[in-house]
């Protein structure tokens, strides 16, 4: 998803874990050449709890249904992406999948992503290589 470069964004992101690994999306910024790693979820839309939106978010980008959530950090986010600043609010929650058969799973495409992104299993041994965002989930894998 773009980002608002002139308004504060309100993210729920999911933090879903599993013998040692957590799911995330890899990402590279253009301008500084570092990879990261996001975890999944996106924008609260008006009159929605963080919690439905994290349920929304799963459904639309994994196609996967969620436990109850449990809220771990809300952490404010303001940082330079390509050259361009953002600004969010960041409410992250553990979370974990409704189907067992999901943590098989090597790869999930992001379905609203029109085929462009996936997510995968990261180890915390790959935070060496580049930074997790939010950086307050790192404490919590």
């Given at each position: 998803m773009p980002i608002d470069?002139?308004?504060i964004r309100v993210l729920a992101l999911a933090l879903i874990k599993d013998h040692g690994r957590f799911l995330a999306c890899a990402g590279f910024n253009k301008l500084n050449k570092k990879r990261h790693f996001r975890l999944l979820g996106g924008g609260?839309?008006?009159g929605e709890s963080g919690i439905q939106a994290?349920?929304?978010?799963?459904?639309?980008?994994?196609?996967?249904?969620i436990f109850a959530s449990k809220l771990i950090s809300i952490e404010e986010n303001r940082f330079v992406f390509n050259g361009l600043p953002g600004h969010e609010i960041v409410f992250l929650y553990q979370t974990s999948f409704r189907s067992k058969s999901a943590y098989s799973r090597d790869f999930f495409?992001?379905?609203?992503?029109?085929g462009d992104f996936q997510a995968e299993w990261f180890r915390r041994a790959d935070l060496k290589k580049c930074h997790l965002y939010p950086r307050s989930a790192e404490k919590y894998i």
């Open positions: 470069h002139k308004n609260v839309e008006f994290l349920r929304r978010e799963i459904k639309e980008e994994l196609g996967l249904s495409p992001i379905l609203d992503s029109g």
